[in-house]
């Protein structure tokens, strides 16, 4: 079982609609939690992060981490076709040299 | 600035042969990182750097090896290539200068390598 399990889709959305993706994960001990955006044929770019609990907030994206739960989710208001790309969550324990553990990513698509 | 750069952007190789793939970075990070990334297995790491002339092994380090020479510079490389590393290669670096710089990772457009 991986570290960082996340349903690789592909998911597909109309404009407009409110998107969640979803990571779930086995170490406790994770504290950092983040999520890259990679659009087709293009290395991965940071979207957002939280450390430890709760939400956080960009415009149109949050992030949520449950830790309760080993959940951490990002949701994506009014979804555009910009938007399509592959979704990755990533996490790290506390000063970890930036050592990352991503998940699988989950590739969405917002038809117009 | 050109952020973090690889080199070759394509390459086939044949069983048994070996290569390097370069990766430079000019934003003077200090931590600098290699993955691979193959279809349902997400981003892993291979071998990564906390600096100049370290280097440390990651997630899936058999079968390659790397060096940091210079800081800006972190190679990688394949002594005799197998099919199962035919991937797309990542290079990434950060900075070192406060705990979530270092998890905000800028990559580079990646090498992808076939191995017949």
């Known amino acids: 079982q991986k570290e960082v399990e996340q349903d690789p889709g592909p998911l597909s959305v109309p404009e407009g609609a409110i998107v969640s993706l979803n990571c779930t994960y086995s170490?406790?001990?994770?504290?950092?939690f983040m999520w890259y955006r990679q659009y087709s044929r293009k290395g991965p770019e940071l979207l957002m992060y939280t450390y430890s609990s709760g939400n956080k907030e960009d415009g149109r994206f949050t992030a949520q981490v449950d830790k309760s739960s080993k959940y951490i989710s990002l949701f994506i208001r009014d979804s555009q076709p910009s938007d399509s790309a592959t979704y990755l969550c990533a996490m790290s324990f506390y000063n970890q040299g930036g050592k990352l553990i991503f998940g699988q990513g989950t590739e969405l698509s917002v038809k117009p | 600035n050109a952020g973090v750069t690889q080199t070759p952007k394509f390459r086939v190789l044949k069983t048994g042969q070996s290569m390097t793939l370069l990766c430079a970075q000019d934003?003077?990070?200090?931590?600098m990182y290699w993955y691979r990334q193959d279809p349902g297995m997400g981003l892993r790491l291979i071998h990564y750097s906390v600096g100049e002339g370290t280097t440390a092994k990651g997630e899936v380090p058999d079968g390659y090896n790397v060096s940091r020479l210079k800081k800006q510079n972190f190679l990688l490389g394949l002594e005799s290539a197998a099919p199962s590393q035919t991937s797309v290669y990542f290079c990434?670096?950060?900075?070192?200068?406060?705990?979530?710089?270092?998890?905000?990772?800028?990559f580079g457009p990646g090498t992808r390598l076939t191995v017949t």
């Open positions: 934003m003077n990070h200090e931590y």
């Open positions: 990434a670096s950060s900075s070192d200068r406060g705990i979530v710089s270092s998890y905000e990772q800028y």
């Open positions: 170490n406790s001990a994770f504290q950092y």
